[in-house]
C-alpha cells in the first residue's frame, strides 16, 4: 500500500517540533534561533507559515524504510535528525559563505551575529544525534540501532570533508572534474545515501540490500546537484525562484564552470578565467554563458546526470524490490533529478 | 595496582595521533588545522614539541574506569573522544570570543579565516563521535555502548546551552548566581561529567555506581571551574601564566565579579558596575579589585568550592571504593581544586 506524502510530511515536522524545543525557559532565546531557521517562527518569536524547506531528505528515509517493506514510522526519528543535520550544515554554511538571506528571509548569523549562529548551528547536530538515538527506544536492536548511528557519522565527518575541499576551491579555477565529485560526495550526495541507507536499514533491510540502497542515494545525490549546478545558470528563475545569474556571479565552482575552464585551457584560451577574476558585473553574464555553451557545457553535465541517474537504476534493480510501496521511493528519486530547466 | 600516569598520558596522545590523521591527501590542509590546534604541529605543518593541554579530561575517564575495577583500555575510544569534543569546543569557543591565542600560538580562525575555522571544529567533532562508536569493536555489549554515546550526546547538547548562557550573558551585569551556576554546569561540569561517567560504565560499574560517579564528575567540575575564576583574578602569574588582570580585562562574568555586583547593588552603589561599563584602561585595576575584597568575593568564592568540594566527598563515600586505583582518580580529581592561588 502506498503512504500519502501527505501524513508522511505532517509526521516530519511535528516530530521536529518536539524535538526542536527548549527544556527551560533560560534557553529560549537559543531554540528560538532554530526554530526560526526551520520557519516556524519570525525573528521576534511569532509563529508563521512561511515557506519551509522542502524535507526531502527526511522523506526519502521514509519511503526507504516502506519500500523495504517497513512501517515508515519505525525510520521517523532518524528522518527528523538526519533533516535536522542537514539544517545544522545550513546554518554553518551560511557563516561560511556569508550568505545574508535563505528562502527571502535573513539568516541566523546576519540576525544574531556570528558568535550565536555558530553555537546554534552546534545545538541543532546535537539535538538531531540525540534524537536519533531515541532509536533505541523503539524497539530496534541495540546492534542495528549502532550501525545506523556509526553511519550518520561517517556521512557528517564526510560532509565536513566536503566542505573543506568547497571551500578550499574557492577561486581556484582550475580544479578538475575528479575534485568536483570527491566535494558533491561530500557536501550533497553523503546525505542522501545516509537517508536511504537509515531507511532501509531500519526496515529490517538484509546488508546487501542495504549496500544497494546506499549505491542508489549516493547517485541520487551526485545527480540531484549536477541538477542544480545546471538550474543555476539555465534554469527557469519562476520556477526556481533565484536569479540565472545567481551562480554566476557568486563565482561558484559548478560542474559547467569546471568544464568550460577545462575546455577553454585545453585550447589556450582565457576568456571565462578572464570574467572570472573580474568583479561580478551585469555586462559579463552574455560573453560567460556564449563560453559555456560552446564548451559544450549544458550537454557534458547531462551526460553526467543521465550517467548518475543510469547507476542509480542499476541499484534499483539489484534490490528486486517490488510493489507500490517502492515504487513511490523511485517515483520521489526520479522526480528529484527530472526538475525542469 | 595503580598505573603510571605517563603511560596514560602516551596511549592518550597516540590514540589522538590516529583519530586525527587525513584519510586521503586531499583532505591533508582539514587535518593539519586540526594537528596544528592539538600541538602537534605548526602552521606549515612541521612536527612541534611545543605545549599542549594537560588533557585532564581523558585522564579522569581512564581513571575512572581503573578505579571501578576494569582495565583502563577499556576506556581509551572514549577518552579519547572526550579530549576532542573539548577540542571542538575550544576552536569554536576561540571563534566566538574572538580569541587571538590559545597556549601563546595564534588560534585556527586567525590564521585559516572563521569559515575554515568553524568547519575545522565541526570535523573534530565528527571524528570524536566516529571513534566514541568505535567502542562496539572491543567487546563491549552493544547496550552499553549505546547508554555511554546517549550520555555524552546529552552532555554535548548542555556545552551548547551552556555556551549560549555565556555568551548572552556578556555585558549582563545583573545576573545572578544561579545563573551563573547553570552556565558553569553547562560549560564545564557536563564534560567532566561525562569523562568520569564514561570510564565508570565503560568499567562495569553497575547504575547506582555510575550514578554516584556523575555527582561526582558533576560537583569536580563546578569546584574546578570557580577555582579557575579566583585564579584568574589572584592567581600567581608566573603559576597560571596569564596576567591577573586578564579575566577583569575581558569583562568575563565570573563568581567574583557576579557576587561583588550583587553585593554593591544591594547596597545601593555602583562603583564596580560603572568601572565595568567603561573601557578596560590599567588604573582600573587597583579600585576593582578593591570592590572585590570589600565585597567578600574571596571568601564568597573559597566557601562555594569548599561546598562543592563536600559534596563531591559525600559522592565518593557513596561509591564506596577502595584501593590504590581508587585513590589514583580521588588524587587527581583533589589536586585539580586544590591549586595554588
Given at each position: 500500500m502506498t503512504v500519502e506524502i501527505a501524513s508522511l510530511l505532517q509526521a516530519i515536522e511535528s516530530d521536529m517540533q518536539q524535538v526542536v524545543c527548549a527544556p527551560e525557559l533560560s534557553y529560549a532565546p537559543l531554540y528560538a534561533?532554530?526554530?526560526?531557521?526551520?520557519?516556524?517562527q519570525d525573528a521576534q518569536g511569532a509563529a508563521v507559515a512561511g515557506r519551509r524547506g522542502k524535507r526531502l531528505r527526511p522523506l526519502l528515509c521514509l519511503l526507504a524504510c516502506h519500500a523495504v517493506g517497513?512501517?515508515?514510522?519505525?525510520?521517523?526519528p532518524a528522518a527528523t535528525a538526519l533533516e535536522l543535520i542537514h539544517n545544522f550544515t545550513l546554518i554553518h554554511d551560511d557563516i561560511e559563505d556569508r550568505g545574508e538571506t535563505r528562502h527571502d528571509r535573513p539568516t541566523v548569523w546576519t540576525l544574531w551575529g556570528v558568535p550565536q549562529g555558530v553555537n546554534a548551528g552546534d545545538a541543532m547536530w546535537a539535538l538531531a544525534r540525540r534524537h536519533?538515538?531515541?532509536?533505541?527506544?523503539?524497539?530496534?536492536?541495540?546492534?542495528r540501532v549502532l550501525a545506523v548511528v556509526s553511519m550518520v557519522e561517517e556521512s557528517c565527518l564526510e560532509l565536513c570533508q566536503g566542505q573543506y575541499?568547497?571551500?578550499?576551491?574557492?577561486?581556484?579555477y582550475t580544479i578538475d572534474q575528479e575534485r568536483y565529485l570527491r566535494m558533491v560526495r561530500g557536501k550533497t550526495a553523503a546525505l542522501t545515501r545516509a537517508c536511504v541507507m537509515a531507511g532501509a536499514m531500519l526496515g529490517g533491510a538484509a546488508p546487501g540490500l542495504a549496500e544497494q540502497m546506499a549505491v542508489f542515494g549516493l547517485e541520487l545525490g551526485i545527480a540531484f546537484q549536477i541538477t542544480d549546478d545546471l538550474l543555476g545558470i539555465w534554469g527557469d528563475s519562476s520556477v526556481t525562484g533565484k536569479s540565472t545569474a545567481t551562480d554566476l556571479e557568486a563565482r561558484k565552482m559548478t560542474l559547467p564552470i569546471i568544464h568550460a575552464l577545462a575546455w577553454e585551457r585545453e585550447r589556450g584560451q582565457q576568456e571565462l578565467v578572464t570574467l572570472l577574476r573580474q568583479p561580478p558585473s551585469d555586462g559579463q553574464l552574455v560573453p560567460m554563458l556564449a563560453v559555456l555553451e560552446r564548451s559544450g557545457a549544458r550537454e557534458v553535465c547531462q551526460r553526467a546526470i543521465d550517467a548518475a541517474q543510469e547507476r542509480m537504476r542499476d541499484a534499483w534493480h539489484n534490490m528486486h524490490l517490488q510493489g507500490p510501496?517502492?515504487?513511490?521511493?523511485?517515483?520521489?528519486a526520479c522526480s528529484l533529478v527530472g526538475r525542469q530547466f
Open positions: 534561533m532554530l526554530r526560526y531557521h526551520l520557519g516556524w517497513s512501517n515508515w514510522q519505525q525510520a521517523l536519533l538515538l531515541t532509536l533505541s527506544q523503539m524497539g530496534h536492536p541495540a546492534e575541499l568547497d571551500m578550499a576551491s574557492e577561486g581556484d510501496e517502492a515504487a513511490q521511493l523511485y517515483e520521489l
